[in-house]
Each structure stands twice: as structure tokens, then as C-alpha cells.
């Protein structure tokens, strides 16, 4: 088996320069695609909100309309992503341990869709964008919604630039 370098593992096939509703409404069809992987956290609400803002929830309900849309956070809260899930009517899995593959494989299986077909969109470098490339996901890296100062997702932050760094150091233009 050949491993890709970590540089094409950390890189997303598509940068948002905005928050996921900063994302062209035609992707799906442009990029050929049949179902999406969502993250949670700082993906669709920021890491202090339990309710998705209004342009969100504008965003994802066509989305849902049309092809199988799942919900994949590695959050341990299982009632935070429950509710967030609920809110949407979207199937979900919490504690998913990304970059580790196990949990989107049995998101995928369910899915029954190749997974070049499928999206996987996050905020993260080193949870997101590194599962989905190790599973050949369309890997879609989208911004944060603005953090709340001293909140959860201002620290999350830090670390979301942290990696971009890194990922820069190992030659990931972004
Ligand atoms: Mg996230």
C-alpha cells in the first residue's frame, strides 16, 4: 500500500474562504457530488451555540432536501450533538475520534455511496480534511463562525491556526 505524503493528506480539495453558508449553493452539482459529511463544532454552530444561525439553516435545508446529509463530531458530548441534530432532523455520530476513519466508514456504509461522491466538511486540518482524504472523501475546509472572546471556540481557534501552520511547514498551500 502506498501512503500519501502527509502534505496531499492535509490538504482539502476545496478552501471556503467564509463560514459554511459562504458556500456556493450549486457544490454538490459542480463537484459532482452525491451526499455530504457535516462536523459539528465551529462547522455549524460555533463551539458555544447550540442553535445554528438563520443563514445556516438556510444553507443546509435544500442541501438536506436533495442527497443524504449525516452529521460526524468528535465531540464527547453526546447530548450537545443529539440536540444540534435533532434541531436540523439530520442522523448524527458524536465521539468520533477523526482523523481516526472507523466511525465515517460506518457512516459511509450506511450512506452506500462511493466516497469520491461523498463531501466531508469541517474546520479542521488535522480532524476533518485528514480522515476524509485517508478515506478519499471531497474534502471541503471551511472557516469557524466568529468566536465568542474566551470561549471555547476562541481556544479551539488557536488550535485551528496552530495546525494551519503546521500544515503550511509540511507544504500545504492554503
Ligand atoms: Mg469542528
Redesign the pocket.
Known sequence: MVIPPLRELLTPRVVVPGPLCSLEAEFMERYGLQGAIL?????IVG?DDLQPCAETLAWLSPLRNRHPVWLV??NFSERRIATIAGTLQLPYRSQAGKPSRRTLREVLATMALPPATVAMI???LF??ILAGNRLGLFTILVQ?PAAIAGGWSER?RVLRNWEIWVARQAGVSL
Open positions: 462536523d459539528v463544532d465551529n462547522t463551539a463530531s468528535n469541517g474546520d479542521r480532524t476533518d469557524p479551539s
